[in-house]
Each structure stands twice: as structure tokens, then as C-alpha cells.
């Protein structure tokens, strides 16, 4: 019986879940895909903090796989929450495409005036070194992102590089330093997330990369212990057990940051906490000037 997949629209969407098919199929697995709407794909002008952060790219698909008319999801490990429902698994985690963000503009990078971004993260470590950079809001697909660029309304955007790379575009602009430009946490990797069924499970984990994981996953023990989601601007980035991580206030004027060699999630989470316990305050004062609770 075949493996039912499901996946957002969006056509990078689509090339990742293609991916994961044809990963599958190398295997001998046959798979279906099957398309649902989130809310983050329905609901594109606000900013994601005002309507829920991270899971809006991700709730639709989860409570699929929960009511059993789908196996498992595809998705950009990013987009998922800190915090998963009762029942579901990450049962593979792909090899890591680049962790990079990448800043695609028209001239040059010295005139820049207007930079497109809806991430408080990308717009904080912009700040930090422009403070007069006017930073716009802006949602979206891949395809949207660029065609609001070529229309003028921004003098560059921000990206992930990985993104570009997998619905193979190349376009005008730099890849930014990962260790300079700390990426989100598990920015350029896909994961499956199935219901917890140990043969769906056992046939998934043939997709499982290990060094991956063990990044992603130490990443994940520092954002779980900063919390924050897409509300506070915050960077995490593993690579060979090497953690980087910051907090940021939301004007990008003050940062708390680490950097630590760390061999294994639970000493991740211990940097993590060091982490929270500096930059609480940059933490507090990002939800309460988005005008957020802690925890929702």
C-alpha cells in the first residue's frame, strides 16, 4: 500500500515533497501526495507573529496524519514548532541543503535603502548593522518574494539559500555567513513528520540522515529552551558540534550570543539556558512590544 504524503501548494513546497517521493521510490516505497492548505499559505498579509507564529505552516498537516487521512507530512524543519501534538514523530530528517540566508538585490549591496523581510530575526541582525535601513513586511511564496522585487517595491529581500537552491533559480545576490547571519534553527533541512506507527516509522527512517539529525536536533534544545518561536529575533546554528546562537532585541541594537562545542542535544539545552538566562529581558521586551503572551 502506498505511502500517502502530505503537503503544502507552494512550489517549493512541491520540490521537496518530490524529493522525499523519489527517495522513497529509490527504496522500492511507492508514495502518494495529497495537497492541504494551511494557514500560513491562506493568510499571506500579516506578519506570522500575529497569526500564530511557526505552526500555521504546519497545524493542517499535522491534524491530517492525527485523523488518518494522510501517513505523513513534508515539511521545512524550520516551520515546525518547538512543541508537537500527542501522537505525531519527526521520522526523518534529510540531508542539510545550505543553512544560509541569502539577500537578493537589484544594484548593489552598499544601496540598499529597503529591504523586504517578515522575519523579526532577519530584521533585527539588518538593523544591527544599518540602523537606517527602512525594513518592510513581506509575505509570501519564493515566487512571490521575487516578483515583489522585480516590481521595485524593495531594493533587496531575504531568502533561504536552500530554497533557491531546490526549485533551481539563480538569481542576483549573496549568500550571508551563517556564523555573521545566524540562521533560524534547522533553517535548509526537510523533515517527515508521521503519526507514531513504528513499521511507518522503520520504512521512513531509511531517510533518516544522522549528522543532520544531530545538528537539527541540538538546535532545536536551545530554541526549545529560548522559546519564542518567530516572535523574539533569534538565530541557532550546529554544524559538527559547533553551536552558535543569539538572541536579539527587535531594533537588533543589543544582542546575547554564544558559541560553544557542544556532543549532544542535552548539552545543547544546558547552553540554551545559559543563553535564556542572559537574554530574558530582550525575550520579554519582544513580546510585549508585539503585544504577545508568553506561550501563545
Known sequence: MPVR??????????????TVVAKLADLGI?????????????????????????????????????????DCAVHSM?????????????????ERDSPAD???????IDAIAVLGTSSTRRRAQFLRHDPDLIVKDLRGNVDTRLR????????????????????????????????????SPNQGTIAVVSRADPSLQEVLS?????????????ERAVMEELGGGCFTPL??????CHLIAEVLSLDGQRT?????????????????????ERAQDLIDDAYTRLGITHGG
Not at 503544502?8 to 515533497?17: D, H, K, V
Not at 538565530?235 to 559538527?240: A, E, R, S, Y
Request: glycine letters at 10%; a neutral charge.
Open 5 to 18: 504524503i502530505g503537503t503544502r501548494g507552494s512550489r517549493l513546497a512541491l520540490a521537496q515533497t518530490r
Open 30 to 70: 511507492e508514495a502518494t501526495t495529497e495537497i492541504i492548505a494551511t494557514q500560513g499559505d491562506t493568510t499571506t498579509q500579516v506578519p506570522l507573529h500575529e497569526i500564530g507564529g511557526q505552526g500555521v505552516f504546519v497545524r493542517a498537516l499535522d491534524d491530517a496524519i492525527l485523523a488518518g487521512s494522510i
Open 78 to 94: 524550520k516551520d515546525i514548532p518547538a512543541h508537537r501534538p500527542h501522537g505525531l514523530v519527526t521520522a526523518a530528517i534529510l
Open 102 to 108: 541569502f539577500i537578493a538585490y537589484h544594484d548593489s
Open 148 to 183: 515583489k522585487l522585480a516590481e521595485r517595491d524593495y531594493d533587496a529581500i531575504l531568502l533561504a539559500e536552500a530554497g533557491l537552491q531546490r526549485l533551481g533559480l539563480t538569481i542576483k545576490g549573496d549568500r550571508l555567513n551563517p556564523a555573521r547571519f545566524v540562521p
Open 206 to 218: 531509511a531517510l533518516d540522515h544522522g549528522k543532520t539529525r544531530a545538528d537539527v536536533m541540538a
Open 235 to 240: 538565530g541557532i546554528f550546529c554544524k559538527d
Open 256 to 276: 546575547e550570543r554564544i558559541e560553544a562545542e557542544v556532543q549532544s542535544a542535552s548539552e545543547a539545552r544546558n547552553q540554551g539556558r545559559i543563553l535564556r
